[in-house]
């Protein structure tokens, strides 16, 4: 009975610690994103969803709280203006790594996102 007994609050003392490190590791250190892949950009309003296809952004990289400027790929026409307030990542059925980077677009109220393939996280330095 006490062998059980040990042998539950071994499972219990690694357990605990192993939940405690992995809430600790989010992605809150998570700064911003950046991608070799193309593109797009689902802009979101109150009355419909856009996407606009082969975006740039110079660079290839955002941060949390930046403000930039999608292009037109092949063109220097600006098409949206974006405060960046959230990152999201994940990885397609095939593989590939893709983050929408989330954030207001010129006055609207309503976030918007660009859609990056092969986008990996740019973690905060301490």
């Known amino acids: ?3 059980t ?4 609050r071994i499972k219990y003392l690694l357990f605990f610690p192993l939940i405690f490190f992995i809430s600790c590791s ?4 998570d700064q911003g994103a950046i991608w070799s892949g193309p593109s ?12 606009s296809y082969s975006v740039v952004v110079v660079g290839q990289k955002m941060f949390l709280g930046g403000f930039y400027e999608v292009l037109k790929k ?11 307030t959230d990152l999201e990542f994940g990885t397609r059925e ?10 207001f677009v010129d006055d609207s109220a309503i976030e918007s996102y660009l859609l990056a393939q092969e986008c990996v996280p740019i973690q905060k330095i301490n």
Do not use: N, P, Q
């Open 1 to 3: 009975m006490a062998i």
């Open 5 to 8: 007994e040990l042998k539950k």
């Open 26 to 29: 989010s992605s809150k250190d």
């Open 40 to 51: 797009d950009f689902m802009h979101v309003t109150k009355e419909k969803m856009e996407m």
């Open 74 to 84: 092949g063109t220097e026409k600006v098409i949206f203006r974006i405060k960046v």
């Open 94 to 103: 095939d593989g590939v790594s893709f983050c929408r980077v989330w954030g």
